[in-house]
């Protein structure tokens, strides 16, 4: 049954029957030990009765046979063992009876006996436990039965309770299916019960978080449409140029020209993809990466471009140390720092990479011999876009925008110093405990 309203329905009326059989039965029971208690009474004001009357003559009048709603059987014993008298022959009573009050079994069913002693005889009476059981039913059922009548009404007051009840998640349903697509305002969690609370919050910090998403991905493609428009627009000059080239060399110098805007612009769009790839996602699946091999990896990928540039680049200590999380992002992350180190440090250069552990965590720190970064502007080069006014190489404003939000999706945190030398820029990359761990073993160190 789906349906919250039927399942409470039926669990209620449910809970309310087997309390009402677990009643019955009390009920029963206690009317039974009523009913005992008042027949017995009885059984014992009769034998005494007939004790202290001449049975010879009296008896028979006062015990009529024939009357059918009297249950009582009456025995006289004389002293020596012999029944001298049963008020209705075709009882079947034990042959001997015993003084006071017993239960017998018989091939009727069980009987209620009570004996007492006269001078001269023993008298015995008795009656059907059946009787008294079917006594025991019977007021069992007339207290029972206006609840079996009232049965209905109680359904009744019980759906409308819940219905009641659930009002406030219908309106809140409602109020849901009424918003617009665009609609992502907090839902109001007033006047609505604390076990709706709970939800109304949980659905609200979702809305908080499709927004923010919504208002980054708004963001981000208005800055890139912006720093788009320039590439472009420089692209289509470019191309003018090369159309109005009347030499060979000048035609070779527009050529070089459009080469250059066509790479930055490709390097632009592959900084763009690789941004919005680290949106948060639940999707990519988090596996044990040895951190330092995945930095050997990067370094020898990008050795022919330092070369390019007759820069020292190198893995200065590689401890093994292995992380937690998706491989495709952590090498995308280390590429940007290394990428970026390469591209900023000028000729004759070093660019160290360096991973180890700490007591904390794992660490990946990249330094170079570049112009740095002063550290009024370190906050703001983690800003999509940004860059440094007057600085060179050009490039996207992307990349440590990007390493900042792999960082964050694997609970790391970057920071940014000045080199060890006393200028440049030192990266460094820090996982958590959780993240990162260790494997004891010597540093190493390994340079092209």
Sequence with gaps: MSSLRGRLLVSLLGGVMLVGVAGGWVV????????????????RQTALILRDEPVEYLLAPRLPSGDAAYDFVVQVWSLDGVRVYLSRPH??????????????GTPEGRWRVFGVQAMTRVIQVAQPMSVREQRAV???LHTLRPFALLLPVLALLIWVAVGAALEPLRRLTAQVKARRVNALEALAPEHLPDEVQPLVLALNDLLGRLRGALERE?????????????????????????????????????????SAGVQRAIHLVEQ????????????????????????REVVAEL?????????????????????????????????????????????GGRVDVSVGGTPE?????????????????????????YRRAGTTPPGSGLGLAIVKAIAEAH??????DTGPSGHGLAVTVSFPQAQGLSAPASAGSSRR
Excluded at 29 to 43: C, I, K, M, P, V
Excluded at 243 to 248: H, L, N, Q
Excluded at 273 to 293: F, N
Excluded at 362 to 372: F, K, M, Y
């Design 361 to 385: 965590g794992a660490q990946l720190t990249v330094t170079d011999d570049g112009p740095g970064i002063p550290a009024e502007e370190r906050a703001r080069v983690f800003d999509r876009f």
């Design 138 to 140: 019977a007021l069992a």
């Design 411 to 416: 609970g790391a945190t970057v920071r940014l």
């Design 218 to 258: 708004r963001a981000f493609m208005a800055d890139a449409a912006h720093e788009l428009r320039t590439p472009l627009t420089a692209l289509h000059l470019q191309m003018a140029m090369l159309a109005r080239a009347g030499t060979e060399a000048e035609r070779a110098a527009a050529m070089s020209t459009l």
């Design 91 to 104: 009882a079947v009573l034990p042959e001997i009876t015993t003084l006071g009050f017993s239960t017998v």
């Design 28 to 43: 029963y029971r206690n009317a039974l030990a009523e009913a005992d208690a008042f027949f017995d009474y009885h059984l």
């Design 303 to 347: 050795v022919p471009l330092a070369d390019a540039g007759t820069i020292d680049l190198g893995v200065a200590a590689a401890e093994p140390t292995t992380v937690t999380g998706d491989a495709d992002a952590l090498r995308t992350l280390v590429r940007n720092l290394v990428d970026n180190g390469v591209r900023y440090t000028p000729a």
């Design 272 to 295: 763009m993809l690789a941004l919005s790839r680290q949106e948060p996602r639940t999707d990519s699946p988090h596996v044990p990466i040895r951190l330092d091999e995945l930095a």
